[in-house]
């Protein structure tokens, strides 16, 4: 659909009406780029050193915002807090999923793998056009006293939903396209297969990644290998001299390379650790976004029609009970009482009808935040494909250097032997 496909709308210019069918000055359109929702903050989880003894206790971060120029602990059960008073004050958009908690066993892969989703979670929600100007942001990444639980609450106690507070919320109908349940199921399938897509791609950026670093192992090892052979000590047995052996010179140069193979293990290991930051990394943010688009389309279906379908059914109940009531004749304190019923029924079905509607504008405007990030997976491929060159182009470099190194394994005292260029069909060198 159009209006879910072009999500993108300059400040300079109004959205075509015809082919969004809707009027100009619509307050449904967003009008974001990606540029602008990064540019609202970013914020760092860093993990402080814990100094409670041997055992963990509990894991603090140090949480800082550059929009709020500010630095502040946090525990996850923190984080949990906040989260829980998103999902109550914004229960129609995209709250992103916290990380499981995971007691027992957490080991320094779980906790680091925790403390980078956190981080993602945070910068999702700090740049959330709504989520970044309401109050429990500023509080959870500003606030530095002791009890941010309490005043998380506290801030969200006598606050409704954003339903009850947006000015805009009973009149959600006006501003959304006659077709907006078919562009829901069709949006909806469009960003599943994308997630999907994606969740593949990650997969394999992170396998590739892993190599990148198995690979700096190796090389290394590799190298220290050589080394070893370089400093062997053992006496050279007369007999060999004979021959005038070359092993001296060959362990030199053996020991010479293994400069080289520790550089070109450093270099595998910088290119593996930057895909993992700027590739699989930045995959990770994109598809935590898509699932918070999934987890509200079943919250949709699961919260506001779910309600809405039970009070229509409660309602005609109702009826069917007045009806018998008016046929049986029954005392007009019992009618009575349940006209009343009946009418606190239709108000609240009435509310259930304005809150759909609302949800269903919201999840317009969340899809239209999703297409605003869609360029954000061109930077991504783009930091995969410069990584791959840089890092080629770096280890290409060493092993031009190393090459020369070789000379010596080819050209023995009564030899003028250079090396191959190429190795023999056969694998086997014919000196």
Request: net charge positive; proline share 6%; aromatic share 8%.
């Amino acid at each position: 659909p159009a209006s879910l496909q072009t999500p993108q709308v300059t400040e300079d210019r109004d959205p075509e009406p015809s082919r969004m069918q809707m009027p100009r000055g619509n307050p449904l359109l967003l009008s974001y780029t990606l540029q602008e929702l990064l540019a609202r903050d970013t914020v760092q989880v860093e993990l402080i050193p814990e100094k409670k003894g041997l055992f963990l206790k509990h894991v603090e971060y140090e949480v800082s915002s550059q929009r709020f120029k500010s630095s502040v602990y946090r525990r996850y059960n923190d984080f949990v807090v906040f989260h829980d008073m998103l999902l109550h004050r914004f229960p129609y958009r995209m709250v992103p999923a916290l990380p499981p908690k995971r007691m027992l066993g957490a080991d320094r892969e779980f906790i680091e793998a925790r403390r980078r989703a956190l981080k993602r979670f945070i910068n999702l929600v700090a740049r959330h056009p709504l989520f970044s100007e309401d109050v429990i942001l500023k509080l959870f990444l500003s606030f530095s006293g002791s009890d941010v639980q309490n005043k998380l609450k506290e801030s969200a106690q006598f606050v409704g939903d954003e339903f009850m507070n947006c000015k805009l919320a009973t009149r959600a109908k006006d501003f959304l396209p006659a077709d907006i349940q078919t562009q829901f199921a069709v949006s909806r399938e469009l960003i599943r297969n994308i997630y999907n897509g994606f969740y593949k791609l990650r997969d394999r950026a992170e396998r590739i990644a892993s190599r990148a670093i198995d690979n700096a192992a190796d090389l290394l090892i590799f190298g220290k290998e050589l080394s070893a052979l370089g400093s062997d000590t053992t006496p050279l047995p007369s007999w060999a001299t004979l021959n005038s052996s070359t092993w001296g010179a060959l362990k030199q140069a053996l020991k010479g390379l293994s400069v080289e193979f520790a550089l070109l293990a450093d270099k595998a290991a910088q290119q593996g650790k930057q895909e993992e930051n700027d590739v699989v990394e930045k995959l990770n943010l994109f598809l935590d976004l898509l699932q918070s688009y999934k987890d509200l389309c079943e919250r949709h279906e699961r919260g506001v029609l779910h309600k809405h379908q039970r009070a229509l059914h409660k309602y005609s109940l109702m009826k069917r009970q007045m009806m018998s009531a008016a046929v049986q004749n029954r005392e007009p304190e019992s009618v009575e009482q349940l006209e009343s019923r009946i009418v606190e029924q239709e108000n609240a079905i009435q509310t259930m009808e304005l809150r759909n509607y609302f949800s269903l504008y919201c999840l317009h405007q969340e899809t239209q935040l999703i297409h605003v990030y869609l360029p954000l997976t061109s930077h991504i491929l783009g930091a995969f494909v410069n990584s791959q060159i840089q890092g080629h182009k770096e280890m290409s470099k060493v092993w031009n250097d190393l090459k020369p190194k070789l000379s010596c394994f080819f050209a023995g005292p009564h030899s003028s032997l250079t090396p191959p260029r190429s190795p023999p069909e056969d694998g086997v060198c014919p000196h």
